[in-house]
């Protein structure tokens, strides 16, 4: 981790407008890049946030760092330069950089027409530039030893894909940028928003004013209510009104189980047709499954199957799980905009109020962070913007 001499030193190279007031809203995988990257340009930088660092959606995820199947082009190729700023990123702190854990991720076929469909994928991507390797079933269980092998036809390798421990990193980075003079206040909801500033309220009803010269909107689904009270609408799907349908074509549950650990787990990211398994902090595995999961609502009480049902899946590929219990489950609203692709923008024509949204939050957080620092401090649009921008909901 670079330490505030060294920030400083940066604050002085980059010549930004140095203590330039900016508020973040949100401490999650977005917001915590933001403060870092501004910071480092020199901005006087406070973060403020509902509850606590990585929280609410950016823990109910399954973190998965990637740019595949994602379309069309341009968002294909904004995940791409997601990827690889944080595959940067790992560079740059260098051995501190404990959250991207690039173990790529194997996509298996468990049927002779799978593995054709997904071979036909595979040579799309790598015409694209995009790096996999087909590989039969040897090949898998020689990468993953544990599966069983009546279940496998083949797969692809995914080698420069992997997974972000959204705590470690939210939490490293918001320090670094506290160590650097940022302010971090937990625990404040926001309850108005103009172009000077915000309001908020404390858990003990108390409010107080923080004026700034940019606020910028990283709250995920809070972003919609917050600009409400300025009479804006913001075009994502309001999580309020959803049930157990989705928007874009994805769904708006996000859940995560994870178990205990075990004794023999998995090395990769490991997809099937109806699973998605990872290593996990804990020394367990982390698994998931999304249409099955968005089936129903957050209150709806079916959802609460969903664990031992996903569980029971991922121990049909890895007979090494047939006594591991779940021992955590995380529930999320995913941030949906309305075309299901990314948002970043000024909100209005002051330039005051700067708003950033996106379902593949985790991917894009590193580079969001350094570009959309770049566009409020510098003023210059990055061209991997150019097609996410609001202009695109005017009709």
């Known amino acids: 981790m670079q330490s505030p001499n060294q920030d400083k030193s940066l604050h002085e190279e980059s010549g930004s407008e140095v203590n330039r007031r900016v508020l ?8 915590c890049n933001l403060a870092y990257e501004l910071t480092k340009r020199g901005a006087a930088v406070t973060v403020i946030d509902a509850a606590e ?32 700023a944080h595959e940067r990123a790992s560079r740059t702190f260098g051995s501190e950089s404990h959250w991207f854990h690039q173990i790529g991720n194997i996509h298996i076929a468990q ?10 994928k595979a040579e799309h991507l790598v015409s694209t530039g995009y790096r996999a390797s087909v590989l039969k079933a040897g090949d898998v269980l020689e990468l993953e030893p544990a599966l069983d092998p009546e279940r496998i036809s083949g797969g692809v390798l995914f080698p420069h894909e992997g997974w972000i421990d959204t705590f470690m990193m939210c939490s490293s980075l918001l320090h670094a940028a506290r160590e650097a003079g940022a302010v971090f206040l937990s625990y404040e909801t926001v309850t108005s928003i103009s172009s000077t500033g915000i309001t908020t309220k404390r858990p003990d009803g108390s409010t107080r004013q923080h004026e700034a010269d940019v606020t910028i909107l990283a709250a995920g689904n809070g972003n919609r209510p917050i600009l409400a009270t300025a009479d804006i609408t913001f075009p994502t799907v309001d999580s309020a009104r959803r049930h157990d349908t989705t928007s874009a074509g994805r769904p708006s549950v996000g859940l995560i189980s994870t178990t205990g650990p075990v004794d023999s787990g998995i090395r990769h990211i490991v997809q099937g047709k109806d699973i998605a398994l990872r290593p996990d902090r804990n020394g367990g595995v982390t698994f ?12 709806d009480p079916r959802i609460w199957s969903v664990p031992n049902l996903l569980l ?10 047939a006594e591991a219990t779940t021992e955590t489950v995380r529930l999320g609203t995913r941030v949906l905009p309305e ?3 990314t948002i970043a923008d000024w909100i209005g024509g002051s330039r005051s109020i700067y708003a950033v949204a996106t379902h593949s939050g985790v991917t894009l957080s590193a580079h969001l962070g350094n570009v959309v620092a770049e566009e409020v401090l510098g003023g210059q649009r990055h061209p991997s913007l150019d097609s996410f921008g609001l202009s695109r909901f005017a009709s």
């Open 312 to 321: 029971e899946r991922a121990k049909r590929l890895y007979p090494s799980l």
């Open 53 to 84: 660092v990585a929280s609410a959606t950016s823990s109910a995820t399954f973190a998965w760092v990637n740019a595949y199947n994602k379309t069309p082009a341009e968002y294909n190729k904004l995940n791409v330069l997601g990827l690889e």
């Open 24 to 31: 973040i809203v949100g401490a999650g995988v977005i917001g």
């Open 288 to 299: 998931t499954d999304s249409p099955t999961g968005g089936q129903w609502g957050l209150q």
């Open 339 to 341: 075309d299901g692709l």
């Open 111 to 120: 049927t002779p027409e799978e593995m054709a469909a997904l071979k036909r």
